[in-house]
C-alpha cells in the first residue's frame, strides 16, 4: 500500500471507486430502493457476509435518514447453500441474523459486495427459502462486474464494470478494512 | 483439522476454537421452521456403535440427518458382530458400501484408532473403552463457553475458567477428553476423585488433582460430575455406594458451596443418589438438558468441518 493509505495504480491495482463515490453510490441505490418498494414498505434487508453485511447496515441508514424510518437489517450466511464446498477446504461459517420482524411477507433487498458468477446469490435464494416466503426478494450490489454463469441480474448497480476474468475486483470497506475503496488488479490481493 | 477425530489431543487450539465457533452459528438452526441444511447431501454416515448408547447415537443422528447426509445406523446386538464377525471385516462391509464418516463407539480403548487404519472415509471417535469420547468434551466445552462466555465472540477460548471434574476418572472417556480439550482451551482443571479411581499416570495430565470435593467447590466455576461406572469395575473401588456418596456426591448442601455463577455438568446417564443428587440434576444450575441439545449442533459443526470440504487426500499407509 502507498503511503497514507491511498492505492497505488501498478503494485495494488487500480482504484475503481473511491470513499466519496461509494457514498454517492449508496445514496443512489438507497432512493432506487425507496423508489422501487414505494417508500420502503415492508422492507427487509439482508447482507451477505462478509462485506454485505457493512454494505446493508449502510442502506439501512440511509434510508431511515430519507424517510425517517427504522428499516430490518440482518444478515444471510450462504456457506452451508454453495455449491463449490467440495472445491475446497470446509471454510468457517459467517453469521445469520434476521431481524425479529422475520421474512416472511417482506419485501427483501440481499446485499452484496460484488456481483460476479451469481452463484453466490444463488445459494442466499436457497438459503432464504429455508427461512421463510418473502414477497419478493430483490439484489443490491456495490458492483457488477460481469461474467454470470446463472440467469441471475442485480435489481440495484452501484457499478457496472467491465472486467476480464483474469481480474479481480476487491472492495474495501472501512467496517471491515478501515477504509472505502474498490480496486481492481491482475491476479493475487493488495498485500 | 486432521481427518479424523479419535482424540482430543487431535485438536489444536485453532481447531477447537473452529468448532466451536462453527457450533454456534449452526445453534441458531434450532430457532428456524426449517431445521436442516442442504450441506452434506449425497454423503453416507454410518453409526457403528459396538457399545450401548442411547444419547450419543442419537445425537449423531440427529446432526448428520440436519446435514442432509444419508445415515445407515449399525448396533453390534443383531448383527454379524454376535456370530463372531471381527472388527475388521465389519470395516472392510462399511468400506464396501462406501462411508464417508463411521461414528465409532466401542468397549475397547484403541479401537476408533485401529478403524482408522482400515478405511478411507473420516473416523468419528464416540467412545472407545475408557480411553477417550471427544466429541463430548467439545459439547461440553461448548456448554462451558455459552453460559460463561455469553457476551465473548468468536474465537475465544476458556481462559481463566476453572472446572473441577469429579468422581470416577479411571473409567471414564469423558474426563480424560475433557481435561486434553479444557486445557487446550485455556481452562483450570482440578480432578477430585477418590485415589482409587484416578488413573495410574494422571500426574502426566495438564491438570491439578486433589482428594478433597469441600475444598475445590467455593473456587469452581464448573463442576463436572462423572458417572460412577459399575460396569467397568472389577474390583472393589470404594468401600459402599453410601460412603462414595456422602464424600464425593453433588448434593444440595455441597451445591450451596459453589460461587453464585458456577454451572453443574454430567455427561449422562446419570445414577440419582450415587453421584448426583435429583434436585440438583434438576436445579437450574444443572446444564444437563443443555448439554444434550448442544450435542447436536457440536456434531453438526464436527461432522461439516470433517465432511463438508474436498475430501481428504488419500494416506499413504
Known sequence: MGAYGRPVAGRDGLAVLDADEIRRALTRIAHEILERT?????????????????????????????????????????????DDLRLRPARALGRTDLPRSGVDGKTVVLVDDVLYSGRTVRAALDALTDLG?????????????GHRELPIRADYVGKNLPTSQREVVHVLLAEVDARDTVMISDEGGPS | MKRHLISAADLSRGDALLILDTAAELASLADRPIKKLPTLRGRTVVNLFFEDSTRTRIS?????????????????????????????????????????AVVIRH?????????????????????????EHPTQALLDAFTIRRRLRATA???????????????????SRVARS???????????????????????????????????????????????????????????????????????????ARMARLPDHAIVMH???????VEIAAEVADSARSMIVEQVANGVTTRMAVLYLLLGGTEFPAVAS
Not at chain 2, 468397549?107 to 480411553?131: E, K, M, P, Q, Y
Not at chain 2, 475445590?216 to 455406594?241: G, I, N
Not at chain 2, 455427561?267 to 443418589?273: A, D, F, Q, T
Open chain 2, 178 to 252: 475433557n481435561v486434553l480439550l479444557l486445557s487446550i482451551l485455556g481452562a483450570e482443571v482440578t480432578l477430585a476423585a477418590p485415589p482409587t479411581l484416578l488413573p495410574l499416570a494422571v500426574d502426566t495430565w495438564p491438570c491439578a488433582v486433589s482428594y478433597d470435593l469441600d475444598t475445590e467447590l467455593p473456587k469452581s466455576d464448573v463442576v463436572m460430575m462423572l458417572r460412577v461406572q459399575q460396569e467397568r469395575m472389577t474390583a472393589a473401588y470404594f468401600p459402599s455406594v453410601r460412603e462414595y456418596s456422602r464424600r464425593y456426591g453433588l448434593d444440595a
Open chain 1, 133 to 145: 416466503r418473502p414477497r419478493a426478494v430483490q439484489l443490491a450490489v456495490l458492483v457488477d462486474r
Open chain 2, 267 to 273: 455427561p449422562g446417564p446419570m445414577n440419582r443418589g
Open chain 2, 107 to 131: 468397549s475397547a480403548s484403541g479401537a476408533a484408532h485401529r478403524l482408522a487404519g482400515w478405511v478411507r472415509g473420516s473416523v468419528v471417535n464416540a467412545g472407545d473403552g475408557t480411553h
Open chain 1, 38 to 82: 414505494h417508500g420502503g414498505d415492508e422492507l427487509v434487508l439482508l447482507g451477505i457476509p462478509t462485506r454485505g453485511v457493512p454494505l446493508a447496515r449502510r442502506l439501512a441508514a440511509r434510508i431511515g435518514e430519507f424517510e425517517g424510518l427504522e428499516v430490518p437489517c440482518g444478515s444471510l450466511d450462504v456457506t452451508m447453500h454453495r
Open chain 2, 60 to 100: 449423531f443422528e440427529a446432526a448428520a440427518k440436519r446435514l442432509s447426509a444419508d445415515v445407515i445406523n449399525f448396533s453390534a446386538k443383531g448383527s454379524s458382530v454376535a456370530k463372531g464377525e471381527s472388527l475388521k471385516d465389519t470395516a472392510l462391509t462399511l468400506e464396501a458400501m462406501g462411508a464417508d
Open chain 2, 153 to 171: 465472540g468468536r474465537g475465544s477460548g476458556l481462559d481463566g475458567i476453572r472446572v473441577t471434574i469429579v468422581g470416577d476418572v479411571l473409567h
